[in-house]
């Protein structure tokens, strides 16, 4: 009860306002582990769940919270979402205590197939953030006045939200990039 005190008629994880629950965060040590949250949240956090990625939004500003058991299940369902560019940019940010990160991956599961957006080149290879690509078409960049040539190799790219989109630097500058004009190198 002192978590659904304590949230002020929000879900600490999502920041909807509705009816909140009571939920432990497992955790192998004895600690205070729970969080209210709303039903939406409480269904998508079961394991095998399927997630709906726009419902986590909320997360941008859990993971910063104070609680430290909001910080665990805030990381945890990040760590679920990593496939979705938000996400994975917002991982790359957070901190967590060596503590609450071990207790972060104690019992951390690995995403479902079922659950992952996959990305795919031009010739149908997975693409994952940090892969290199090779440019298949000369692309007019807007707005920057110049043209990315065919054979132009981009290195380290982010997957976004979209699975037919990725952001890169070309020549110094972030553009997104049509997966179809991809090839990975």
């Not at 967590?96 to 207790?103: F, M």
Request: net charge negative.
């Amino acid at each position: 009860m002192q978590a659904i005190a304590r949230a002020d008629g929000r879900c600490e994880l999502c920041g909807a306002r509705t009816e909140l629950r009571a939920f432990e965060v497992p955790s192998r040590a004895p600690r205070d582990a729970s969080i209210a949250i709303c039903d939406a949240c409480e269904t998508q956090l079961k394991s095998g769940a399927a997630l709906e990625p726009s419902h986590w939004r909320g997360l941008e500003s859990a993971i910063w919270s104070e609680v430290p058991a909001v910080q665990v299940a805030s990381y945890r369902m990040l760590e679920r979402l990593r496939a979705e560019g938000w996400a994975s940019a917002l991982l790359d940010q957070a901190y967590l205590a060596d503590e609450l990160l071990a207790w972060a991956n104690e019992s951390h599961e690995a995403p479902a197939d079922d659950e992952r957006v996959l990305v795919k080149d031009s010739n149908g290879a997975l693409l994952a953030d940090g892969d290199a690509v090779t440019l298949i078409k000369d692309l007019d960049v807007k707005g920057a006045g110049f043209t990315a040539k065919r054979g132009t190799l981009v290195k380290s790219i982010r997957l976004t939200d979209d699975p037919r989109h990725v952001e890169a630097r070309v020549n110094g500058i972030a553009i997104v990039l049509k997966t179809e004009f991809l090839k990975k190198a």
